[in-house]
């Protein structure tokens, strides 16, 4: 059971290249979201899904775009990378939304704009 | 919005000794949870806590969700080298759609 794979794990881009960030989980799980963790700063949402078809912004959405086209996969899309966006990105999903389900994340992928 | 605010940041503490980090929440939280992120890591789901006043314990650990439901705490007795690691508090929105998440508090420990 691989629970939710990301990657890269490690990438270098330059500013103004767009990447996108994989994520897959293999839980059947309905919900999956985005997070970025930047120093002091704790886990900061970026985007998330109820379910497929369906996303909606989190708190930092600016500069990413998100799909959920099947239940078990949710890129995330850099349009036009910014040394800002150089971060730690989590993927993460759960069985269903709302209270009381817990949050399985993904091992991270270590992004750099330079 | 909602905000989740974790004290202390940092704390360094030779092992033996007693760890408390504190959680407090902006609004009135439904459930709470905890994880645990070691150096490098990805955070960890811990626990859940969803009654008023509620104390849970994980073997050296001890969680409480105060009476308002709206602050928190992880308590770890005599700390061990395998307790370093930033540990998270977090809490869901009212529609239980987003959870946001504490500022962190990173541990260390001196062997």
């Known amino acids: 059971n691989a629970g939710v794979t990301q990657t890269p794990k490690f990438q270098v881009l330059k500013t103004g290249q767009s990447m996108t960030l994989q994520c897959a989980q293999d839980?059947?799980?309905?919900?999956m979201s985005w997070y970025r963790q930047d120093p002091g700063m704790g886990l900061r949402l970026i985007h998330y899904?109820?379910?497929?078809?369906i996303t909606d912004q989190g708190e930092v959405p600016n500069g990413y775009n998100v799909s959920r086209s099947t239940t078990e996969d949710f890129p995330l899309r850099l349009l036009s990378a910014a040394p800002s966006q150089t971060s730690v990105y989590f993927c993460?999903?759960?069985?269903?939304w709302g209270s009381g389900n817990t949050i399985y994340f993904g091992e991270g992928s270590w992004l750099t704009v330079v | 919005g909602q905000q989740v605010m974790q004290i202390p940041q940092y704390q360094h503490v030779q092992e033996g000794e007693d760890f408390t980090t504190y959680c407090n929440s902006s609004?009135?939280?439904?459930?709470i949870q905890w994880y645990k992120q070691r150096p490098g890591g990805h955070p960890v789901f811990l626990i859940q806590?969803?009654?008023?006043?509620e104390v849970k314990k994980q073997k050296r650990l001890t969680f409480q969700f105060g009476e308002a439901k709206k602050n928190s705490s992880l308590h770890i007795t005599a700390t061990q080298t395998t307790d370093v690691g930033t540990y998270f508090c977090?809490?869901?929105?009212?529609?239980?759609?987003?959870?946001?998440f504490g500022g962190g508090t990173r541990l260390m420990v001196k062997p």
């Open positions: 993460a999903s759960s069985y269903t």
């Open positions: 609004t009135t939280l439904s459930n």
């Open positions: 806590l969803v009654k008023s006043g």
């Open positions: 977090a809490g869901p929105n009212n529609a239980g759609n987003m959870l946001t």
């Open positions: 839980m059947n799980h309905e919900y």
């Open positions: 899904s109820v379910g497929a078809g």
